[in-house]
């Protein structure tokens, strides 16, 4: 099944996205600050053990560091937004509502979108995403393997 269709609140830009629901996934995420880039941090992965980190939610800056930079050269921050992938101007979580209700199956049953980009769900825009992106040097500096 294709992923459903948004668009941008800026350009009208049209992109396939995807909801991720970091509860089931026991996962953290980010955005890349320059680009439409998601980063999904799965609490499983090797790195992942001996860092502690909160997950269900968008990570903490204390993370930033220990992550490798975006594809495009940028960083994914805690404070960085989702972005489209044309205009790369962050995409409003209110305005998204529109088209994420709409194209939810759950809505019928009483779903609601949760309206910001740091709750439960994070979203991958155009399959731009990565995942378990840790900068294994940043990670065996700062959390030393224990022998
Ligand atoms: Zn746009
Ligand atoms: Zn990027």
């Known amino acids: 099944m294709d992923n459903p269709i948004g668009s941008c609140d800026h350009c009208g830009g049209v992109f396939r996205y995807r909801l991720l629901h970091n509860g089931f996934g026991d996962s953290a995420y980010a955005y890349c600050d320059k680009c439409s880039f998601t980063v999904l941090l799965s609490s499983w992965a090797k790195a992942s053990q001996r860092i502690s980190f909160r997950v ?3 990570i903490t800056p204390d993370i930033e560091p220990l992550l490798k930079p975006c594809p495009c050269g940028g960083r994914f921050r805690a404070s960085a937004d989702p972005k489209c992938p044309y205009c790369a101007k962050p995409l409003s979580a209110t305005k998204a509502t529109g088209f994420i209700e709409q194209n939810a199956p759950g809505t019928a049953k009483g779903w609601q979108w949760q309206q910001s980009w740091s709750g439960v769900y994070s979203i991958a825009l155009n ?9 294994e040097e940043a ?4 959390f030393p393997k224990i022998s």
């Open 127 to 135: 399959e731009n995403i990565v995942e378990d992106w840790w900068d």
């Open 139 to 142: 990670v065996n500096r700062l």
């Open 56 to 58: 269900h939610q968008r």
